[in-house]
């Protein structure tokens, strides 16, 4: 995370326009289906980092989970806030909000551990991603989860080729960066590198999975999807559920979701 807030002009956009359409109600849909598989019961501890508005987070809070949620960004902590309002009173109380760095995230916590540690959409806006990396694992307990989600860099001309832009698609099979879907640069990694830097700090990766990928090719073939139909989002959902954890499938998706747990240190093998 950067010290200059480049989401104060982005965050309505952001917390109330992306997270509001079909593929933003997947993504949220999707991950949460795929911690649970994951995380122990509530109320474990769990630590957002660069959690934004919520959408992630806070309805781990109304499952019953004790949820800390730091993002660097004054903008979408003031939504956060806004959206905290709108909680049962007993989710509310769950919740604390911390406005941090997330290279100081231990620091910022004082030094405690938990239960699991999500990072989902931050690492793609860093020059690097290890020294984020070490701060999630830090912050996990012994046999505590940590939970990435990042642009998967195998994937990369995905976007272009689906806008028709064929020479930015051609040079996107080499390519580790772009510009994202609301006009900021961003990076991407593989899982094989993000898998690497976890099991340098302890976590063994455990499995990995897509997060979304007919909508997203459905968005940039200039599809429309009404997210007032809960029918057919609900549709949705349950198919890109099923595409993010099987092959050829999860690899083709534009992100993809890394799952850990902090344990002795190991040699990285393949995961599932």
């Given amino acids: 995370m950067v010290s ?11 917390a109330d326009g ?32 660069g959690g934004g508005a919520g959408h ?26 806004q959206r905290l309002q709108r909680l049962p009173t007993e989710a509310r109380r769950r919740i604390t909000l911390v406005q ?16 699991a540690v999500l990072c989902h959409g931050v690492l793609g806006y860093l020059e690097q991603p290890e020294p984020l990396v070490g701060q999630l694992c830090r912050c996990a307990a012994a046999g505590g989860v940590v939970s990435i989600m990042t642009g998967n860099a195998h994937a990369m001309a995905v976007r272009p080729a689906l806008e028709r832009r064929w020479e930015d ?12 879907v609301l006009g900021v640069p ?27 990928l007919f909508v997203d090719w459905l968005e940039f073939g200039g599809a429309e999807l009404d997210p007032g139909d809960a ?26 979701h890394l799952v850990g747990r902090k344990g002795p240190a190991i040699s990285l093998r393949p995961i599932g």
Avoid: C
């Fill in 4 to 14: 200059d807030d480049i989401w104060a002009g982005l965050a309505d956009q952001f």
């Fill in 18 to 49: 992306a997270y509001a359409s079909v593929k933003g109600r997947v993504r949220t849909y999707v991950l949460h289906r795929q911690l649970l598989e994951h995380l122990p019961p509530p109320p474990a501890t769990v630590l957002d980092v």
């Fill in 56 to 81: 992630q987070s806070f309805p781990l809070a109304e499952a019953g989970y004790d949820v800390t949620l730091l993002d660097s960004s004054p903008a979408m902590l003031a939504k956060a806030e």
């Fill in 100 to 115: 941090a760095d997330g290279e100081n995230t231990e620091k910022s916590v004082n030094g405690r551990r938990f239960a």
């Fill in 169 to 180: 698609a051609l040079a996107a099979f080499d390519a580790s960066t772009e510009t994202g």
């Fill in 186 to 212: 961003s990076r991407a990694d593989t899982v094989e590198e993000i898998s690497a830097l976890l099991s340098g700090h302890d976590v063994e990766p455990v499995r990995w999975y897509g997060v979304w």
């Fill in 231 to 256: 029918e057919q989002v609900a549709a949705t959902a349950e198919v890109e559920f099923e595409a993010a954890r099987r092959d050829p499938y999860r690899g083709l998706s534009r992100v993809f």
